[in-house]
């Protein structure tokens, strides 16, 4: 009986050592490893091989690959031909000064019994622990910040299933190892790269390998990434626009402003009219649609990144449902190149001013007022009741000598999270002061305006304001994209997403969530139609009431 026990116990053994692997498997495991070596081995992380061209002789290896042990022979060999790693004494002492941030931190799959063998495992578990540190080939920091470097570009055309994988291999593990934001996204990263793969594998000409990547690019769900494709631009959404400004509010389009053409031709459309379908589909279907290949952070950054698309088309008219004084009509609305519609010279706004006669509430537009203006804005408006910043738009670093005028005393206002260079996929936390001991600071009410346009630097400036003891947040959700950007090319086209993790100072998240005001209000179809700005009426009604 005991020598049946232990034949049984040998061949589920050895027949789990040769279990099949689907071509998924083998080339999601290839993924992996050959990020890891990349980021972790010290010999590969100083540059010591052609770390892409490895990976394509690995891929085309694969398809002579069949089983597990198969597998797991080809990866013991080419981390042996990598060369010795000696031990790293330093690697098993944390930094005690840090508090470390490990929710994107997972290594876990190097111990999966599916796929690795006891002795790959330890191979990958010996390089974890006496992993590089310092100096990478791959990337460089400056103070807090990283960028990347030495990576390869082998053009954005079609070429190959190699070149293909070796690119989302490149994204995926940046997004792996560098996005501060990893653990936040729809779909948890290790089953986007499942889902890739045979989409990448599938992808056989220009136009679909370009949107095959900006699918990829939209996974990481942040509204400061993007995938800068003409390609996309041209054929996907159209190089021809109907030639009208608008809003968005209440699911639809309201039109603010006729743009005239060059052939002088009567638009179709007039100011006033609410848009809700185009072509056969309704502005949500829109976003959807175009929704795909556009990352955002939430549903309100996914409009606002989209509906500057909704009119441009490839054909010359677009055929839209609107409603017109109570009437809901179909009209054919005529579309341009950008080169037949004539751009009118934009009307400056002031800088700052004040809202009332008694000049007791002043405004500041928060996209124009630059460092240089700020001690004349200040000298105007520093008697005033109350002070409106809108931040419906994107400052220009007015932060820190608005911080030293407006706040009463230095404060922590945001804690950040930067990448354990020496530990990738590790972050640590800080936390941010601004502002300084200021007896005479600004002692009226600090109104800040804010909607989904609010991001990134706007963000932060919004926290800087909250510190203010008289500080009311007015508007609807920001942007929820915070935290500065990592630049980069994936197949020679421009991209980039989120550097550095940003929160409130008690840990809360504002990735994805936006700073939710004191008072929430948004436009609506009604208001812009009769030309009204909503949230900066709602602020003055708060000055004038307290609520």
């Known amino acids: ?136 080939h791959y990337f460089g920091s400056g103070g807090k910040k990283v960028y990347f470097r030495n990576e390869n570009s082998y053009g954005s055309k079609f070429t ?36 890739m793969i045979p989409k990448f594998l599938n992808a056989d000409h220009d136009k679909s390998y370009h949107l095959t990547l900006a699918e990829l690019v939209t996974k990481v769900d942040d509204s400061h990434a993007f995938l800068y494709s003409p390609l996309i631009s041209t054929n996907q959404y159209g190089r021809r626009k109907v030639p009208v400004e608008y809003s968005h509010a209440e699911g639809k389009l309201v039109v603010t402003k006729i743009i005239k053409n060059k052939f002088n031709e009567e638009s179709s459309l007039k100011i006033g009219d609410v848009i809700y379908d185009i072509n056969g589909r309704t502005i949500p279907q829109m976003v959807n649609s175009f929704g795909k290949y556009v990352p955002a952070s939430n549903s309100w950054g996914k409009i606002t990144k989209v509906k500057n698309l909704f009119l441009f088309n490839n054909n010359d008219s677009i055929l839209l449902k609107i409603e017109r004084d109570g009437q809901n009509l179909s009209i054919t609305a005529k579309t341009y190149l950008l080169k ?29 007022i630059e460092k240089g203006d700020l001690d004349d804005m200040y000298k105007d408006l520093k008697f005033a009741t109350s002070i409106i910043f809108d931040l419906r738009n994107y400052p220009k670093l007015t932060i820190f000598p608005l911080s030293r005028m407006i706040l009463p005393e230095k404060s922590i206002y945001y804690q950040f999270n930067f990448p354990e260079t020496d530990y990738l996929s590790k972050f640590y936390s800080a936390k941010n002061s601004i502002g300084r001991k200021n007896p005479d600071y600004y ?44 630049r980069f090319k994936i197949a020679d086209l421009d991209t980039c997403f989120t550097g550095l993790g940003a929160y409130y100072p008690d840990g809360r998240e504002t990735q994805r969530i936006g700073i939710i005001p004191d008072i929430i209000i948004k436009p609506t179809v009604k208001g812009i139609q009769e030309g009204k700005d909503e949230v900066l009426e709602r602020a003055l009604h708060y000055i004038k009431t307290g609520f």
Not at 3 to 18: H, K, M, R, V
């Open 443 to 486: 002692k009226g009410n600090v109104v800040v305006l804010v909607d989904e346009n609010t991001q990134s630097q706007a963000e932060t400036t919004t926290m800087m304001f909250k510190q203010h003891p008289k500080a009311k947040i007015i508007g609807s959700n920001t942007s929820g994209a915070n935290g500065d950007i990592i």
């Open 160 to 195: 190959s299933k190699q070149i293909n994988l070796l690119e989302l291999f490149r994204y995926w593990n940046l997004v792996e190892y560098f996005f501060p934001y990893k653990y936040q996204t729809n779909q948890n990263w290790n089953d986007v790269l499942k889902e």
């Open 340 to 368: 037949d519609i004539i751009l009118e010279k934009q009307v400056v706004p002031q800088k700052w001013r004040f809202l009332d006669a008694e000049k007791k509430t002043g405004y500041v537009n928060m996209g124009i």
């Open 1 to 136: 009986m005991k020598s049946l026990f232990i034949f049984i116990i040998s061949f589920l053994s050895i027949n789990f050592s040769a279990q099949a692997l689907s071509e998924t498997q083998k080339l999601e495991s290839l993924c992996k490893v050959w990020g890891f070596l990349k980021y972790y081995h010290p010999h590969v992380a100083k540059g010591d091989f052609d770390w892409d061209k490895q990976l394509i002789q690995k891929i085309d290896e694969l398809d002579q690959i069949h089983d597990k042990a198969q597998l797991n022979e080809l990866y013991s060999k080419w981390i042996g031909s990598l060369g010795n790693v000696e031990e790293c004494k330093k690697c098993v002492k944390e930094d005690q000064a840090k508090v470390y941030f490990l929710r994107n931190f997972d290594l876990n799959w190097i111990s999966d019994k599916h796929v690795f063998n006891e002795k790959v495992s330890r191979q990958l578990l010996f390089i974890q622990n006496n992993r590089n540190s310092g100096s990478n």
